[in-house]
C-alpha cells in the first residue's frame, strides 16, 4: 500500500499530464469533410408552350440536389462557414441550344445555392413568326464555385479549398402550331382625312395551324387617327397558306397628316387544333389615305344693283383627292340680301373637277355700294353614301350703281357720232373712186 505522500505525488503527476495533453491537442488535425459538391437541375416555373411572333419572358428555377459527407476526428469542431455541397456565386446562362428561339436576356447572376434550395432566375426570348411547331431542348449552362474540401487544423482555424465548375442542364420548351397572320396589301380608295371609308387587307396565314371559325379584328395603334367603325370580321375556315380580305369601315380624324402612313393591328380569334379558342400574335400594318375634301371657289365676283333681283354665278372646284357624290351648294345670305333660291344642285364631283351654282338673290335699295361676302357650303355624300358638309366657302357679291338717264344719252350719242362717221368715210370713198 502506497503511502500517503506517494499517492500525493502520483495525483500531481496525473493533473500534469492532462494538463500536458490538453496543450498538446490543438495541434493535432480535427475534422474533415468530403462531399462530391453540388448536384444542380433546371425546370421551368410556368408553361414550356411559346407563340411564334412574340416575345416571352422564360422563368426558370435551379434546384440543388447536392449532400454532404462528413468525418469526425474529436469534439473540438467548428461549424463552416462553406459546405462542400453549396454552390457559391452561381450564373446561369440560356442558350438556344436546338430551339429557333432567340435570347435576349443576359446571364444572371443568382448567388448561393444551397443543398435543398431552389432558385429562381428568368430570361426573356423571341419566338420568330416563322418559327416551326415542334419539341426543341434549350440549355441552361451554370458556373459556380463550390468547395471540395473543409479540413480544421486547430480549434480556431478552417482551411477551404474553391474549385470552379460548370454544368449544362436541358430545358424543354413547345412551340406552339399557331395562326400568323402576315399582310399582304391593304388598299384604301376614295377614304380622305376628315371621312370615312372602307380599308381593305389582305391577310395570309403563316402559320402551321388551321384557324377554324375564324374571326379578324382591327384595332388602332397609339394616338393612331384611324377610327374602325365595327372592328371583327367573319372569315370563316383559315388554313396554312390561306387567304383572305377582310374589309373595315373606318373614319379618319379630322386633322390627320394625309403625307403620312399610320399604324393599326390586326389579329385573329379562332378555333385551334385542339377546339380550344386562341388568339394570334398581332401584326402592324400601315394605312394611307387622302388629303381633306375641300373646295375652291374660282369664279370672278357677281354683280347687282341696289332693289335689283340678280343672279349670282359661282364655280365650285373639288381640290380635294376623293370623288364627292350628289353634290349641292347653298348659299346664306344677309342684309341687305335675301334670296328664295338659295341652292344648287352640282352632282358628282372628281379631284379637280368643277361645277356652276346659279343662285337668284335680291338687294334692298338702301344697299351701300361696296364689295360684300357671303357664306357658302357644299353638302354631299362620300363612297360609303355617309353625309357631309364642306367647310364655308366665301362667295362675292358686288353691289354697283344702276345706269342712270344720263348713261343711255351718252351711249346714243356715242352711237350717233359713230354712225355720222361711218357714212362720211363710205361717201368719200365712194368719190375717190370716181
Request: aromatic share 8%; glycine share 8%.
Amino acid at each position: 500500500m502506497l503511502s500517503p505522500g506517494l499517492q500525493r505525488k502520483l495525483l500531481l503527476l496525473c493533473i500534469f499530464c492532462i494538463g500536458i495533453g490538453l496543450c498538446i491537442t490543438p495541434c493535432q488535425a480535427g475534422v474533415r469533410y468530403i462531399s462530391g459538391g453540388p448536384d444542380l437541375f433546371v425546370s421551368l416555373d410556368s408553361t414550356n408552350q411559346l407563340i411564334p411572333g412574340t416575345t416571352a419572358e422564360l422563368p426558370v428555377v435551379i434546384e440543388n440536389k447536392g449532400k454532404n459527407t462528413m468525418e469526425l476526428y474529436n469534439a473540438y469542431t467548428l461549424q463552416p462557414d462553406y459546405l462542400p455541397s453549396t454552390a457559391k456565386f452561381a450564373t446561369i446562362r440560356l442558350v438556344p441550344g436546338d430551339a429557333p428561339i432567340k435570347v435576349k436576356s443576359n446571364p444572371q447572376i443568382v448567388g448561393d445555392i444551397a443543398s435543398g434550395s431552389l432558385v429562381p432566375a428568368a430570361f426573356v426570348v423571341e419566338i420568330p413568326q416563322d418559327a416551326k411547331a415542334g419539341k426543341y431542348t434549350m440549355e441552361a449552362i451554370i458556373s459556380y464555385q463550390y468547395v471540395p474540401q473543409v479540413e480544421q487544423q486547430t480549434t480556431a482555424d478552417i482551411e477551404y479549398y474553391f474549385k470552379d465548375a460548370k454544368t449544362t442542364r436541358p430545358v424543354e420548351v413547345v412551340v406552339r402550331p399557331m395562326v400568323v397572320l402576315a399582310v399582304d396589301s391593304v388598299r384604301s380608295n376614295n377614304l380622305p382625312a376628315g371621312g370615312e371609308g372602307f380599308i381593305t387587307f389582305t391577310i395570309r396565314n403563316t402559320g402551321q395551324d388551321t384557324g377554324n371559325r375564324t374571326s379578324v379584328y382591327l384595332m388602332p395603334e397609339g394616338a393612331s387617327p384611324v377610327i374602325p367603325y365595327s372592328n371583327g370580321i367573319y372569315v370563316g375556315n383559315l388554313p396554312p397558306g390561306g387567304t383572305v380580305q377582310p374589309r373595315f369601315k373606318v373614319a379618319i380624324s379630322d386633322n390627320a397628316d394625309p403625307s403620312q402612313n399610320y399604324p393599326v393591328s390586326l389579329y385573329a380569334v379562332y378555333r385551334d387544333y385542339e377546339g380550344n379558342t386562341a388568339t394570334s400574335p398581332p401584326v402592324s400594318a400601315g394605312v394611307k389615305f387622302g388629303k381633306k375634301v375641300t373646295f375652291k371657289r374660282t369664279s370672278s365676283p357677281s354683280v347687282i344693283n341696289p332693289g335689283k333681283t340678280g343672279i349670282v354665278h359661282v364655280t365650285y372646284k373639288n381640290t380635294g383627292d376623293a370623288t364627292v357624290y350628289n353634290a349641292q351648294a347653298r348659299i346664306s345670305v344677309i342684309d341687305p340680301f335675301s334670296s328664295d333660291d338659295d341652292t344648287a344642285y352640282l352632282g358628282d364631283l372628281k379631284p379637280g373637277q368643277s361645277a356652276d351654282a346659279l343662285f337668284s338673290v335680291q338687294t334692298t335699295a338702301g344697299a351701300t355700294i361696296k364689295t360684300y361676302s357671303v357664306a357658302s357650303e357644299i353638302q354631299y355624300t362620300d363612297a360609303a353614301n355617309t353625309a357631309f358638309t364642306s367647310d364655308n366657302i366665301p362667295v362675292l357679291i358686288e353691289v354697283q350703281p344702276a345706269s342712270g338717264p344720263w348713261v343711255i344719252v351718252m351711249v346714243l350719242l356715242i352711237l350717233a357720232i359713230l354712225g355720222g362717221a361711218y357714212f362720211w368715210f363710205r361717201n368719200k370713198k365712194a368719190a375717190d373712186q370716181k
